[in-house]
Structures are given as structure tokens and as C-alpha cells.
């Protein structure tokens, strides 16, 4: 009697569990390592999204890659073969995002990386298919920032970044569009993010006499050659990347780097925007959210890429749960079209609008060009 | 290039020179007492750098709950060794360094404000906290392991490095700090104006390094440690506890690591990670010394720092190449011109 009253409970568990399987989400990002100070703000929010979908309970797993790429692949592998998960969101940078393209192609989970590359998206590659993003391309900075420099008058320009795939990517952007802007690069300089003195890359660009100098490079680490620049005396012109929007780079900058100029996802300065602007409601209750759990002054962009990661999945599994169940095959298949789909979603960086050739689906509104004044971000103009 | 960048770039490489100089003395100096590659070098140069820096900005450095931990853990390990060697008269020693000194600490950051101290106070403050670290880490890390080879030793080094690389993450977040410089003044001296804080950096290295010659020559702890580095056994015999000589050279270590990271924290900005590459080009200066000779590795780190700085200017791109293949050759000859003596296992 007892046995057969357990073996009813069980298969009325079994049949419970079948019919209402929760949505897995795995993540992978890089919490610790070189891009830790962009893997922490998203760790963070990945905790502050919602636990429930279109009425399914969702459970999210955090694996942490180290901002390395073999770890990101053993990461996705893991979440794919042992955890099942439906969808993935990650990594925090391009290479691990480039790397896990074809492991998650092969098992058909859409992934939405929270990484810059517009590579990792390219829509001539039938493996990308299955893979999303939130950032902004570094095509749409390198244009903003070629424009604003030509309506500066800026003739001239030196360019210092990374000796990584962030400096030589967004070398390859802006030269592209210097062009198209009638600006010439006179000096291109490398430096490493660990490097404790640039003075050698500095007085060459100074010796070149550019009209502003660009530097490609992330978080504090960005404020050096700045600084250095500035002790030197140059009193050009300085452009930053969206890389440094943190308010760490303000601390580390100083009276150093007032003046910048840099483009940026609107979020950046959500309180400056125009009431008429749906980004500015959107960001502000991230914002508020994301101070109210870690303090205030602690947000940083970044986060951002990881919540709108969470918008498009709130908007796109309601839809995915009408053709199949959590967990199966054709749930995957339904929430990668569902996601292609995506249509007018304000995010906290710009606004959604996705198609079989644009998995990224942001246009003018997600940047702004903004401009360091009294150790705070000012929306510029 | 003219003669004006030259001078900067010479000045540059000499300042960062002088820090891999100290770092390479004192890693010359663990090797040569206790035989460990000492990786974690670079650690203490951003645990100081960020403690004094933690100060500044009203925090509590992470590194006081380090010093608490380990202070107990060795605290547990002693006492445990003590009542088992019947030496129980060894146990206030233990607990007055390895409890009440760090609960001393903790009394001192919690009860003052470090924010309001004057800088020197900082400085001190910071240094209290991270340099014991040096010996505590070498009790519980090394000693049990003393009479064992270089390459477990080395082993032994990459862990501590990689859990204190985490540590400091765990501390003070992925974000870089700068503290302010110890003087504003800048000298003009024609073609070239020289910052303070480099003149700092380069008189303080030199202040150091003749502090650790009389060290080394004139004081019976100094000579005691000569002694270990020639001849543990001899050194031994002459009741010379290799022990303390261990944890005297990580102590020494350790202070000249959290120095130098307080020196050039105006600098440069200093972030959880950065002292390993700094501890590494200390360590290119080691090796051009054979991780022997102090004046020649010290010569080595300021080769280094030039290099570097020359480098930069030229090919930007190539500079840490440049810098680490300047080992090759060094190696090369020394391997030619020195007889390679195999160690005793």
C-alpha cells in the first residue's frame, strides 16, 4: 500500500515536473581576470532579473570564465551537456563570445553575448544564427567619434589603445572612418593595461602635434596615458571610448581628464536625457534598482548590457512558451525566433528592433556623445 | 628623437628602473636564503600600494582581515607545535605577534580614522599592515616545505601568487587607485622638469639600498642571513636558525615589496593584478644578476627600466617582447661562461 501510494506521488511529480519545467538560464561571465571590472557589474545584475517569465519559474546559473576563452568554452559545455540549459547569456568580452559561437551553434541554444565585436553577430556566418548581443558595435563609436571630431575641426589625430583585441579592434574601426571624415591618423601607439608608465608612447604623440588624441582602452587603466598626456602638457583634444564609462575612471582620472569627450550608451547620463527620449524611464529604473541592491554611485554601464540581456529574454520567452516546453529542443528553436523577432524593446542602452541580418537591432539612439565637466558625465549637446 | 626626449625617457626608465631594482634585490635576497623564486614579489608591491590607498578613500583595506586570518592560522600552528614540543614557554610570544599584534591593527583602523592621518602616518599604518604578511606567509607556506627542491618550492610560489592575486581582487575590486604624491614641487633643469615624486622614488631606492648594505655588513641579523645564504648547513652548525632567517628574509621582502608599491602609487595607477608584471621585470633583473649578485641585478632592473622606456617610444606595440627577450641573451652567456652545478636532491 505504501509503495503504491510513493510510486503515485513519484509520477505525479514526474508529470508536474514535465508540464511546468523551469527556463534554465546559464551565464558565463568574466568576474574575475583582466575584464573583471565589466564581468562584476553584470554578475551583479544577472542577480537582480526576475525569477519568474510568462509565468514559468526561471533559475539562473552563474559560471564565472576568468576572462579566458578555453574556460569560457568548458563553461558552455558544461551548462549545454549537464545543466540543459534553454538559453546562455555571456561572456563579458569578445573573444570568449567569438569562441563559444560554434558550441552553442552546434547545440542549438540561443546565446546573448554582452561583448562589443560586431563579429560576433556577423550575419554572413550561418553559425551566428544562434547568437544575439546587447552592446553597442564599436563601428557605431568609431563613426560618432570621427563625426564629432570633424565637426570640432580636428584635423589631425593620434590614436593610443590597448595592446589587445580592444586597442587593435577599435584601431581598425576608426581608421576606417577617419577617412570617410578627412582625418588624419599621424600616430598610432600601444600600450598594456598592467603598464605602469606610457611616457614613451606619449611624447611620440606629442611629438606628432595631432589635434586630438584618442585612446582606446577600459576602465581605469584608460587614465593613464591621460594623465601622463596631461602632465606632458599636451592641449589638444582628448576622445575616450565607451570602455571607461565607470565612475572608478573618474575617481582614478581626476581634474586630469575633465574635458573629455566620449560616446557613450545613453544610460550613461539616463537623469540628462529628454523626457521624450523611452530610454530615459528604462535606464532610470535599472539605475535605481541596480543602487538601491549595491549602493548608489555603484553603477556602471556595463551592468546594463547584462539587464537588457534580461529584458529581451522577458520579451521574447512568453512567446517561445506558446509553441513548446522548457528544456526541449523545439523551446530553443521557438526562443531564438521569438528573439529575432524582437520588435521596439527600450532597453537600458537603446532600442531593440532585431532581424535575420541584425542580432544586435540597435540604431542612433543607443549612443550619445558625452563630455567629462567638474568630475561628472554631461550629455553633449 | 632629440636630446629632450632621450632625458625623458632616461629619467622615466630610471624611476621605473629603481622600483624593479628594489624588487630585485629582495628577490635575490629570499633565493639566496631560502632558495624560493619568490613570485608572490609583486603582490606585497600592490597590497601596500592599495591598503594606503583603501586608507585614503575612508575604507577598511582587506588586506586587515588577510593579516587577522593569517595571524591566527599561525598562531594555531605554533601553539600546536609548542604544546607538542613541550616549549609552552614559547606560547606568549606567539599569541603577543600573531593575535594581539593584528588585533592591535584592527583597534587602530577601526577606533582612529586613517582618512583624517597625516600622509607619513598612512604610510606607516599601511606598511604595520601588510609586511608581517611576509612572514606568516613564509611559516605557513614555505617552512614545512624549507629543505625541499627549487622546484617544489616554485610550485609552492605560483599557488600563494595565484590565491593572493584572488585575494586582491576579493579586496579591492578590479578597479585601479592612485594616491596622491608625497610633494607637488617640480624642478626645472633646462631642457627637462623632474616631478618630486621621482625624485622621491629614485632617493628613497637609494636610501634603501645602502639601509640594507649596513644591514648586510654591520648588524649580526644581517651577517646571520649572509651566513644562510652561503651555507645553510655551516650556518646552522654555528647556531644560526635558518627558520628566522627565512622569515627575516620574507619580512625584508615584504617591506621593500609594500614600499615600493607606496612610492610609485602617485605615479601610476595600481591595480589588484599589476604587481606581478612589476615583480617580474624585477625578476629579469634578478636573473641578470644569477640571482646572486645584488649590484649586478640591481644594475640588471635599471637596464630594464631604460629598455622599457626606450622601447616604448620606438615600437610601442613590441615592448614587453623587447624586454623579455633581454633574458635570452643573458641566459645564453651565463649558461657559456658559468659551470652549472646540479643540485642535490
Redesign the interface.
Known sequence: MKLKKTIVFMAAACAAFAAHADITVGVTLSA?G?A??L??PEKNTIALLPTSMGGQKVNYIVLDDASDTTTAVKNVRKLISENRVDVIIGSTITPNSLAMIDVVAEAETPTISMAASARIVDPANPKTRWVFKTPQNDQQMAIAIAAHMANAGVKTVAFIGF?DAYGEGWYQEFIKYADTYKLKVVAS?????????????V??VI?AKPDAVLIAGS???A??PQVTLK??GYAGRYYQTHGIA?N??L??G?KNVEGTFLPAGPMLVAAQLPDSNPIKKSSLAYIAKYEAAHGKGSISTFGGHAWDAGLLLQNAVPTALKKAQPGTREFRAALRDALEATKDLVGVHGVFNMSPNDHLGFDQRARVMVRIEKGAWKLDK | MDLQ?AL??GQ?GI??GA?YALLSLALVLVFAVTRVIFIPQGEFVAFGALTLASFQAGKTPGTLWLLIGAGIAVALVDITMALRGGASRRIPGIVGWNLAYPAAAAAIVFLLKPNEFPLLAQIVLALALVVPLGPMMYRLAYQPLAEASVLVLLIVSVAVHLALV?LG?LFF??????TPSFSDASFNLGLVTV?GQTLWVVGASLLLIVVLFIFFERTIYGKALRATAMNRTGARLMGISTVMAGKLSFLLAALIGAFSGIL?AP???I?Y??G???GLKGFVGAIVGGLASYPVAAAGAILVGLL???????A??F??VIVFTLIIPVLVWRSLTTRHVEEDE
Open positions: 574575475t583582466p573583471a571590472s564581468g562584476i595592446n601607439e600601444r600600450y598594456s593595461r598592467a603598464d605602469t608608465s606610457v611616457t614613451g608612447q611624447l611620440k611629438a576602465g581605469t587603466p587614465a593613464l602632465e606632458r565607470n572608478d575612471f575617481r582614478v581626476g | 626626449i625623458l625617457l622615466d624611476t621605473n622600483i584572488g581582487l575590486g578590479a578597479e585601479g587607485s592612485r616631478s610609485i605615479i601610476t595607477t591595480y593584478d599589476t606581478f608584471l612589476i622599457e622606456a626606450f622601447s616604448s617610444f620606438w610601442s606595440a615592448k614587453e
